[in-house]
T-cell receptor, first 114, second 111 residues
Framework: GAGVSQSPSNKVTEKGKDVELRCDPI?????LYWYRQSLGQGLEFLIYFQGNSAPDKSGLPSDRFSAERTGGSVSTLTIQRTQQEDSAVYLCASSLDRGGNTIYFGEGSWLTVV | QQQVKQSPQSLIVQKGGISIINCAYENTAFDYFPWYQQFPGKGPALLIAIRPDVSEKKEGRFTISFNKSAKQFSLHIMDSQPGDSATYFCAASIGNNDMRFGAGTRLTVKP
C-alpha cells in the first residue's frame, strides 16, 4: 500500500480482555517497529523486527505484551489481560532497512481500556 | 532509562518568531538524529535529520544544530507560522535500529 496501515483505528475493550492490533507495513520494508504513545507523552519503544532476525523485544513493558510478524510483512501486537494503564495510541512504523532510512509511521491504533 | 531528553515540554511562539527545541542524548554510539512532526490524530512524520559529521543542517525554515562534544542537538524553526503548530519529537538511533524518542514538545504558534 501507499503507507503504513494500522487496524483497528480505535478499540475500546474491557479490563481483562485480550486485544490484537494489526500493522501492514509499506511494501518492501524489512524493518518494522511498534511504539506506544500515552496521552501527551512521548513515543515509547516496544519492539523492533528486522527481516528474519530475532526481534528486539527489549521495550515490551510486561509479559502480557507480545508481537509477531508473519512472512516478514504484517505484524500483530497482542496485549493479554488488558489493564487501564494500557490505554494509549499504539503506533506502528516501517523502514526500508537499517542505516538511516526514513521511518514511516501509521496513524496509530487508539486503545481504551475501561 | 530515558536516553534522549527533550525540552521544553511546551512552547508558545508568536507568528514570525523563532521556535527552538532542545535535545540531549547519552549514548555516544548514536549516529542518526531525526526530528519528527506530529499533528493531532496523525502519526509522526520525518521533518529533518542530521548525522554527527556535520554541525548544522538547514531545510527551508527548519535547521538542526548539532553539538557532538556536548551531546546536544536542537531544532530551530525560523519565521514560525500557525501551521507549524504541532508536537515535535527528537530522536536518536544507531543507524536506523531501535530509534529512541524524546518526550515531545507541543508547539503553538499564535497568529
Amino acid at each position: 500500500g501507499a503507507g503504513v496501515s494500522q487496524s483497528p483505528s480505535n478499540k475500546v475493550t474491557e479490563k481483562g480482555k485480550d486485544v490484537e492490533l494489526r500493522c501492514d507495513p509499506i511494501s518492501g520494508h524489512t524493518a518494522l517497529y511498534w511504539y506506544r504513545q500515552s496521552l501527551g507523552q512521548g513515543l515509547e519503544f516496544l519492539i523492533y523486527f528486522q527481516g528474519n532476525s530475532a526481534p528486539d523485544k527489549s521495550g515490551l513493558p510486561s509479559d502480557r505484551f507480545s508481537a509477531e510478524r508473519t512472512g516478514g510483512s504484517v505484524s500483530t501486537l497482542t496485549i493479554q489481560r488488558t489493564q487501564q494503564e494500557d490505554s494509549a495510541v499504539y503506533l506502528c512504523a516501517s523502514s526500508l532497512d537499517r542505516g538511516g532510512n526514513t521511518i514511516y509511521f501509521g496513524e496509530g491504533s487508539w486503545l481504551t481500556v475501561v | 532509562q530515558q536516553q534522549v531528553k527533550q525540552s521544553p515540554q511546551s512552547l508558545i511562539v508568536q507568528k514570525g518568531g523563532i521556535s527552538i527545541i532542545n535535545c540531549a542524548y547519552e549514548n555516544t554510539a548514536f549516529d542518526y538524529f531525526p526530528w519528527y512532526q506530529q499533528f493531532p490524530g496523525k502519526g509522526p512524520a520525518l521533518l529533518i535529520a542530521i548525522r554527527p559529521d556535520v554541525s548544522e543542517k538547514k531545510e527551508g525554515r527548519f535547521t538542526i544544530s548539532f553539538n557532538k562534544s556536548a551531546k546536544q542537538f536542537s531544532l530551530h524553526i525560523m519565521d514560525s507560522q500557525p501551521g507549524d503548530s504541532a508536537t515535535y519529537f527528537c530522536a536518536a538511533s544507531i543507524g536506523n535500529n531501535d530509534m529512541r524518542f524524546g518526550a515531545g514538545t507541543r508547539l503553538t504558534v499564535k497568529p
